[in-house]
T-cell receptor, first 109, second 113 residues
Framework: GQNIDQPTEMTATEGAIVQINCTYQ??????LFWYQQHAGEAPTFLSYNVLDGLEEKGRFSSFLSRSKGYSYLLLKELQMKDSASYLC??????????WGAGTKLIIKP | DGGITQSPKYLFRKEGQNVTLSCEQNLNHDAMYWYRQDPGQGLRLIYY???????QKGDIAEGYSVSREKKESFPLTVTSAQKNPTAFYLC????????????FGDGTRLSIL
């Protein structure tokens, strides 16, 4: 079966750095997406990785290792507004998105 | 104002009743999707459509139906055959190639009365 694993919940301090991991086992790989979702709202797109390596976009970076079936989202200079769930999703061999359950990130002052 | 509009924001269903969730987009995106989100689970695909007058079942299509008569509209009907419909329903669109992200509406929260 296809599986995406993320930690259920993480806590970090305002101004700090946090890394949210995602491991996947899917039938094929055609890219990995990270989304942010505030409670009761729509997911919003953060990043896309299809080749190994690090993609940096402001305070957020995303890393991919296809050989390890592993990605992480790195958030720097954490702000209170970063409190949200972070969703990892992989496009499989049929180009369908397989979604992880999300990681709830709690930011403390 | 461009975007994806889902309505209503909250919906209540009585036993044995069919309800329809609206999804309208003015982004000119070809592909549209319906997902269901339950606590502690990833988004699950219900139906998707890549072109007008054509749609495919996703992983959990039983108890749901859709239509795609216009490019802008992709309504989802939750039928009485769906025995556990309480969830957050999200509509998404996508433009262009496989590297393009899906964009989401604000969702409809459906509950049973």
């Amino acid at each position: 079966g296809q599986n995406i694993d993320q930690p259920t919940e993480m806590t970090a301090t305002e101004g700090a750095i946090v890394q949210i991991n995602c491991t996947y086992q899917t039938s094929g790989f055609n890219g990995l997406f990270w989304y942010q979702q505030h409670a009761g709202e729509a997911p919003t797109f953060l990043s896309y990785n299809v080749l190994d390596g690090l993609e940096e976009k402001g305070r957020f970076s995303s890393f991919l290792s296809r050989s390890k079936g592993y990605s992480y989202l790195l958030l720097k200079e954490l702000q209170m507004k970063d409190s949200a769930s972070y969703l990892c999703a992989v496009k499989d061999s049929n180009y369908q998105l397989i979604w992880g359950a999300g990681t709830k990130l709690i930011i403390k002052p | 104002d461009g975007g994806i509009t889902q309505s209503p924001k909250y919906l209540f269903r009585k036993e044995g009743q069919n309800v329809t969730l609206s999804c309208e987009q003015n982004l000119n995106h070809d592909a549209m999707y319906w997902y269901r989100q339950d606590p502690g689970q990833g988004l699950r695909l219900i139906y998707y459509s890549q072109i007008v007058n054509d749609f495919q079942k996703g992983d959990i299509a039983e108890g749901y139906s859709v239509s795609r008569e216009k490019k802008e509209s992709f309504p989802l009907t939750v039928t009485s055959a769906q025995k556990n419909p309480t969830a957050f329903y999200l509509c998404a669109t996508q433009y262009g190639g496989e590297s393009q992200p899906q964009h989401f509406g604000d969702g409809t929260r459906l509950s049973i009365l």
